[in-house]
């Protein structure tokens, strides 16, 4: 097998479980050595007082690999600094973040409450955040020192933050910042030799079980492979960008573009605007519906 990831150094957010797991084993495998981080939490994100990140550090070990655990919390701005820090210490220096943790609290949108919103914006959009913040000041420190490195960024977006999904407004909504938030630091970071892109993955998992019908769908460990290639040295012309990963498909996702437009020459007049618009509309695509619709 062609070890992609041969002496790089990787962090996994969320790697205690799931698709996580599945991407540390995944880069392990290819010869990264790997920061598996889990905090720990249930599906809903509450403490359960469990270490899975040590269980997935003992498979990659055994496999001849080298990792070792982190329980940060992602969203923790000094737990997040820590975690690369970790990281950078344990093994001389950082290649890979694959930002992954998260957890649901799906809900209808009049049925959410205000801790609810809060705590799946926090894991998810801030837990991104803040670890590529942390990483990202390092690369560019080592840019700035004449030791710019191949640095690799994959997030974790879903179609439900590119297409929407009805009962979860909150999810749907930190994963489509997700989206944004990885269009914007890969046009950043690039200058520090840093590609950020996202993965949209499709998989049965303890996110999934139980929100639909997920006997038909993909396993977690599915998506891993397009995130070794895409932490690895060879991707370096392919940043900004969104992939869905449904088992063995892949699809580069097509995000808000310009489309249809008219120039009124001035102000538009509020009884102008209905003809017009609908008119644009008729001329633009019809969006995918939303998941549930």
Do not use: C
């Not at 969203?75 to 093994?91: C, H, N, P, W």
């Not at 590119?162 to 990885?182: E, F």
């Not at 590609?195 to 079980?209: D, K, Q």
């Not at 008729?282 to 619709?293: D, F, K, L, M, S």
């Amino acid at each position: 097998m062609s070890r992609l990831l041969e002496g790089r150094v990787a962090i996994v957010t969320g790697a205690g479980r799931g698709i996580g797991r599945a991407h540390a084993l995944e880069l392990a495998r290819h010869g990264a050595q790997v920061v598996v981080n889990d905090f720990g939490v249930s599906l809903a994100g509450e403490g359960t007082g469990e270490s899975p990140a040590e269980e997935v550090v003992a498979e990659i070990v055994a496999a001849g690999g080298e990792a070792v655990a982190n329980g940060a919390d992602v969203a923790d701005f000094a737990d997040a600094e820590a975690m690369v820090r970790q990281a950078i210490e344990t093994f001389g220096g950082l290649d890979v973040l694959v930002n992954n943790a998260g957890f649901v609290r799906d809900r209808m949108l009049v049925n959410t409450s205000e801790e609810e919103w809060d705590a799946v914006v926090r894991v998810h959009l801030k837990g991104h955040f803040a670890p590529l913040r942390h990483a990202g000041a390092w690369w560019r420190g080592e840019a700035k020192a004449g030791r710019q490195r191949a640095a690799r960024v994959v997030n974790t977006s879903s179609g439900a933050g590119l297409q929407g999904s009805v009962g979860q407004a909150t999810y749907s909504a930190a994963k489509a910042g997700i989206a944004g938030l990885t269009l914007v630091a890969a046009q950043e970071m690039g200058r520090y030799g840093v590609t950020v892109n996202a993965i949209a993955p499709v998989a049965r998992t303890r996110m999934t079980e139980g929100a639909f019908d997920t006997s038909a769908m993909a396993v977690p460990e599915d998506n891993s492979p397009v995130v070794a290639w895409l932490a690895s040295e060879e991707s370096g012309d392919v940043t900004g960008r969104v992939i869905e990963v449904d088992g063995s498909t892949i699809t580069v996702e097509n995000g808000w573009t310009h489309g249809p437009s008219r120039d009124a020459g001035a102000r538009w007049e509020a009884a102008a605007v209905g003809p017009a618009l609908r008119q644009l509309l008729a001329e633009a695509p019809t969006p995918e519906p939303v998941y549930g619709a």
